[in-house]
């Protein structure tokens, strides 16, 4: 079964820092990617996804992630925040064949201005 | 606009009663999934259909019930036997896999009074 991993979280910044949210799953075989974002009092919205090719995506708000197959990591960054970056987190795994998204438990991250 | 509508928002249920949670979608989609969250516990699956009049289990299905009778229409009843029914549901749905990511409707919070 396909699992995801989410650590710290809470996390709390300044504005201007650089964020870092890791995630790792446990598959061994090819899978899909994704990080959503659910800003307060909002639903839940793709941020970006990894399906195959270059392993650094890029996605919207300036976010973007690796892919580290030998590590089965796909870590979040940006590197400034701002304020409205103020949302939860949450990184998503589908296996190939699987019909469910699997998804971590999210990381609450707070931008202080 | 295409998307998913939830309804209500906000819903208050008295214990022993059951209670029905509407998700709507005109997107076309094929797949629809309902996800329980809770806070620090991330999206947990419970229950999801690929096509109409067929529907499976996921990891939290006990308490639950759905139906789908109509390819736009995926309610769930939570029912007097789910012991801790006060949560945030989330209703999403995709194309005929999760490989394209999920849309998400805004949810329901349901109280137990």
């Known amino acids: 079964a396909q699992s995801v991993s989410q650590h710290n979280h809470h996390v709390i910044l300044s504005e201007a820092a650089s964020l870092e949210l890791g995630c790792n799953y446990s598959y061994g075989g090819t899978v899909n990617l994704f990080w959503y974002v659910q800003y307060p009092g909002q639903h839940l919205q793709l941020l970006l996804k990894?399906?195959?090719?270059?392993?650094l995506v890029k996605g919207i708000k300036g976010f973007e992630a690796e892919f580290i197959k030998s590590k089965f990591s796909f870590n979040l960054r940006k590197p400034s925040v701002q304020w409205s970056d103020t949302a939860e987190y949450f990184c998503?795994?589908?296996?190939?064949?699987?019909?469910?998204?699997?998804f971590g438990k999210g990381n609450q991250v707070v931008v202080i201005p | 606009d295409g998307g998913i509508t939830q309804s209500p928002k906000y819903l208050f249920r008295k214990e022993g009663q059951n209670v029905t949670l509407s998700c709507e979608q005109n997107l076309n989609h094929d797949a629809m999934y309902w996800y329980r969250q809770d806070p620090g516990q991330g999206l947990r699956l419970i229950y999801y259909?690929?096509?109409?009049?067929?529907?499976q289990k996921g990891d939290i299905a006990e308490g639950y019930s759905v139906s789908r009778e109509k390819k736009e229409s995926f309610p769930l009843t939570v029912t007097s036997a789910q012991k801790n029914p006060t949560a945030f549901y989330l209703c999403?749905?995709?194309?005929?896999?999760?490989?394209?990511?999920?849309?998400f409707g805004s949810g329901t919070r349901l109280t137990v009074v």
């Open positions: 999403a749905s995709s194309i005929n896999s999760p490989n394209y990511g999920y849309t």
């Open positions: 998503a795994v589908n296996a190939i064949g699987n019909n469910r998204l699997a």
């Open positions: 259909s690929q096509i109409v009049n067929d529907f």
């Open positions: 990894y399906f195959s090719g270059d392993p």
